[in-house]
């Protein structure tokens, strides 16, 4: 149980979370139409084709939407998608690109560990480097098994940050080029604020899903193939993905 004092940190947190989000909401959607518009996008669609289940259209939760690039990807592959993200400015973003793309998707400001839908409301719900970011990541994880239909799938592709620290130097050497010093700054600092930060993941990440009903599957690095465009290149941190079925 959480004291009057941890959630007014964690809801501190958020806010300092969001904001940085807002802030860095327009160039990370240049680089995200960037990826879209490339070889990219088709490598990551084909990726996740490969673990959806095969019915169509698929109820589809895209926690933490961010620029909306799986919120694209996924109402082309003909699903319902719902989008959602704490931050404004991305949701903003996510509906530039879902209209420049001539896609729609349900798109709406929401916490990703307090959701405000129904019991088992979807079949699929899907992330991409979200859950480094959260202050509850155990929680999120609860609310994602909540509203998944019995059988239906967990997908989360994300990287273990914990030790990483951010630098000018990296950001200069790589798509992310150009973010300013103050926002590399507060990143770290609230990367090593959360607690998932100090999990070495994904095999946390795994352990927990079993706790919670699913069965697991993972890999520890997927990037060699999604990211094929090496001018899009985020850093050298393994990006894994996470397949989680709920059977209880």
């Not at 094929?228 to 393994?238: C, H, M, T």
């Amino acid at each position: 149980m959480k004291t009057q004092e941890m959630l007014q940190k964690e809801e501190a947190l958020e806010r300092r979370i969001e904001s940085y989000w807002d802030a860095r909401s327009p160039k990370f959607s240049a680089v995200r139409r960037r990826e879209l518009e490339g070889s990219d996008a088709a490598r990551w669609q084909k990726f996740i084709a490969s673990h959806l289940p095969e019915k169509k259209p698929l109820r589809i939760l895209d926690v933490g939407t961010g620029a909306g690039f799986f919120a694209v990807l996924l109402t082309r592959m003909g699903h319902e998608v719902t989008g959602i993200d704490m931050s404004a400015g991305m949701i903003d973003e996510a509906q530039k690109n879902l209209a420049a793309f001539g896609c729609w998707a349900d798109l709406r400001k929401m916490n990703a560990q307090q959701l405000d839908f129904s019991d088992e409301s979807f079949d699929v719900v899907i992330s991409r480097n979200l859950t480094w970011t959260l202050p509850d990541a155990m929680q999120a994880y609860r609310e994602w098994r909540r509203v998944l239909r019995a059988g239906g799938m967990l997908l989360n592709f994300d990287s273990d940050y914990g030790e990483t620290t951010f630098s000018a130097a990296d950001a200069q050497d790589s798509v992310h080029t150009g973010i300013c010093e103050a926002l590399l700054i507060e990143c770290n600092k609230i990367k090593d604020e959360l607690r998932v930060s100090t999990h070495r993941r994904p095999l946390w990440d795994a352990a927990l899903l079993e706790k919670l009903g699913f069965s697991v599957q993972y890999d520890a690095d997927i990037a060699p193939l999604v990211h094929g465009d090496e001018s899009l290149r985020y850093d050298d941190v393994p990006l894994f993905g996470i397949y989680a079925k709920k059977v209880r």
